[in-house]
Antibody, heavy 121, light 107 residues
Framework: EVQLLESGGALVPPGGSLRLSCAAS????????MTWVRQAPGKGLEWVST????????YFADSVKGRFTISRDNSKNTLYLQMNSLTAEDTAIYYC??????????????WGQGTLVTVSS | EIVLTQSPATLSLSPGERATLSCWAS??????LAWYQHKPGQVPRLLIY???NRAAGIPARFSGSGSGTDFTLTISSLEPEDFAVYYC?????????FGGGTKVEIK
């Protein structure tokens, strides 16, 4: 059974930094692209970032480009999201998401429970 | 960026009724469109991928159609557990984008 367990969410002041982690199990982590999707309070789903299976390709939403970094450690089956220069608009539940197919990204078939990031002074 | 517009924003229906949800793309996404269901307090669930393929374990009352810029999610007969928010999402071009969602509520 696929399991995705996010951690690292916290209350952080504007301008601060935070690193989210996602521990994966139940599948061959190293062959799937992985993604972060967020949902701000009262808002819809927003794609944040995707990393290819080997980590060589990364993609970001314009809203986080230059501030967020996505990475992975395939030896630890763990996905990361480093978030810098946080603003109130980054307040959201952050979901770790697995691609459906090893051969492509963009179909999200397994979701973690999410971790809450609150940016406030 | 490909903008996905969902309509209506809210759909008020009774159990047993048919639900028809629309998603329009600002440019062609071919068949690279998925639908997700999201209930309060739960994680989103993949319903349909590549416009018309049901994901594993999804009941047959859910169906997807369309290609290019116009897509439809149909729930043939609403069950009580189907009242939720539904999102479309494209994977044709980066950045990946979601629609704003359609809330299906009990009338």
């Amino acid at each position: 059974e696929v399991q995705l367990l996010e951690s690292g969410g916290a209350l952080v002041p504007p301008g601060g930094s935070l690193r989210l982690s996602c521990a994966a199990s139940g599948f061959t982590f190293s062959i799937y692209s992985m993604t972060w999707v967020r949902q701000a309070p009262g808002k819809g789903l927003e794609w944040v970032s995707t990393i290819a299976n080997g980590g060589g390709s990364t993609y970001f939403a314009d809203s986080v480009k230059g501030r967020f970094t996505i990475s992975r450690d395939n030896s630890k089956n763990t996905l990361y999201l480093q978030m810098n220069s946080l603003t109130a608009e980054d307040t959201a539940i952050y979901y770790c998401v697995k691609a459906k197919y090893a051969s492509s990204s963009g179909i999200f078939d397994s979701w973690g429970q999410g971790t809450l990031v609150t940016v406030s002074s | 960026e490909i903008v996905l517009t969902q309509s209506p924003a809210t759909l008020s229906l009774s159990p047993g009724e048919r639900a028809t949800l629309s998603c329009w793309a600002s440019q062609s996404v071919s068949s690279n469109l998925a639908w997700y269901q999201h209930k309060p307090g739960q994680v989103p669930r993949l319903l349909i991928y590549d416009a018309s393929n049901r994901a594993a374990g999804i009941p047959a009352r859910f169906s997807g159609s369309g290609s290019g810029t116009d897509f439809t999610l149909t729930i043939s007969s609403l069950e009580p557990e189907d009242f939720a928010v539904y999102y479309c999402q494209q994977r044709s071009k980066w950045p990946l984008t979601f629609g704003g969602g359609t809330k299906v509520e009990i009338k």
